[in-house]
Nanobody
Framework: LQLQASGGGLVQPGGSLRLSCAASGFTLDYYGIGWFRQAPGKEREWVSFFASRDGRTRYADSVKGRFTISRDNAKNTVYLQMRSLKPEDTAVYFC?????????????????????WGQGTLVTVSS
C-alpha cells in the first residue's frame, strides 16, 4: 500500500501548482485523504481533507478559497490545486490516507490519525 505525492516545484507569488497523490495497492474508495505541510523548523500542519465516502471537503483557514482538493476515481488519485500562492505556503507537502473509524469528528486534522503517508513534495513560493 503506497501513496506517491508529486507536483511540487518553484513558483512565483500569485502563481499556481497542482499536487497529485496517487495510491497503489489499494483503492481510495473508502478512505479519507489529507494533505499536510511542514515548513522548515515548524510542525507538520493540516491543509485539506477529502472524504471518499461522501465527497466532503475541508480546508484550513489559511488556504480556504485558494486551494481545492479533488479526486479522480479512475486514476485513484487525489489532487490539491493551489492558487494565489504566497511565500508562507512554502513547505514540504505530504498526502496521507486512512480508512479506519475515528472517534472524533475532526480526526482528519490530526496527523496521528492517518495510517498511510506518501513521501513529501517540496513547494517553494518565491520571486
Amino acid at each position: 500500500l503506497q501513496l506517491q505525492a508529486s507536483g511540487g516545484g518553484l513558483v512565483q507569488p500569485g502563481g499556481s501548482l497542482r499536487l497529485s497523490c496517487a495510491a497503489s495497492g489499494f483503492t481510495l474508495d473508502y478512505y479519507g485523504i489529507g494533505w499536510f505541510r511542514q515548513a522548515p523548523g515548524k510542525e507538520r500542519e493540516w491543509v485539506s481533507f477529502f472524504a471518499s465516502r461522501d465527497g466532503r471537503t475541508r480546508y484550513a483557514d489559511s488556504v480556504k478559497g485558494r486551494f481545492t482538493i479533488s479526486r479522480d476515481n479512475a486514476k485513484n488519485t487525489v489532487y490539491l490545486q493551489m492558487r494565489s500562492l504566497k511565500p508562507e505556503d512554502t513547505a514540504v507537502y505530504f498526502c496521507a490516507a486512512d480508512g479506519s473509524l475515528h472517534a472524533s469528528t475532526y480526526w482528519y486534522m490530526d496527523k496521528n490519525e492517518y495510517g498511510y503517508w506518501g513521501q513529501g513534495t517540496l513547494v517553494t513560493v518565491s520571486s
